[in-house]
């Protein structure tokens, strides 16, 4: 019998990195090594973000990686992360502390599965909701720069911050803000995404500048920069409404 191998093998690959990289995080979380379970939450946003590019350079997308990748995603950006809330931070309060972490992974699935029965082709301009690949990236980010693992504790109150953090992310997730999905690697795509375009080549370069110390800022800005344009066209929409009803109670 002949295997038969094909263009969709190379995205696939990504994704089982992504997976893998995923349970060598929750490894490393029960381990308390936590700087390195951070670490590979990254890599796996990494993997994540070169599968989707890898399905679009070799035309290979398709229902079966589309399911491949959540599975995953599930691992890396709900499981794992939500693990490490727990072991990192959550674990001295018991029950408590396993409900607010098992509210992230509950939040992460159901971003997941809605993302899934929403899903229409496989090119996206946005996403409804924080991706949870993002809000994976920036539980960790965090812990890389407000961690000490000299210690064994978060400096000063950030450890109280990192928890309201972990929770405003899960309702993120879940909520309809739009976050602008990363821009096709064409000039199409690129001069549709200008800012956005700028915005991550600016990201890498301060990224590689700071040893990585800026990546949660950075994150931090692009999460607050979606949620104010959310609520800045939510509230003209309302008030367009509104003056719209008074124009037709004039007639």
Known sequence: MKLRVTKSVIPNLFTIMNMFCGFLSVINSSEGNFYYASVLIILAGIFDALDGLAARITKSASEFGVELDSLSDLISFGIAPAFLIYQIKLN??????????????????????????????????????????????????????????????????????FVLLSILLGLLMVSKVKYEAFPKLTREGIRKNILLTVFLIFSVIVSLLSKGKAIIFLLLFFILFGLIRSIVKSTQKLFHDELSSEEINNV
């Open 92 to 161: 001295v309060f018991h029950e408590i502390g396993i409900l607010i972490s098992a509210f992230y992974l509950v939040m992460a699935a159901l971003r997941l599965a809605r993302f899934n029965v929403q899903l229409i082709g496989f090119d996206k301009s946005h996403f409804t909701g924080l991706p949870s690949p993002l809000g994976a990236m920036t539980v960790a980010s965090f812990i890389l720069s407000f961690y000490d693992n000299s210690i064994n504790q978060f400096v000063g109150s950030s450890g109280f911050y």
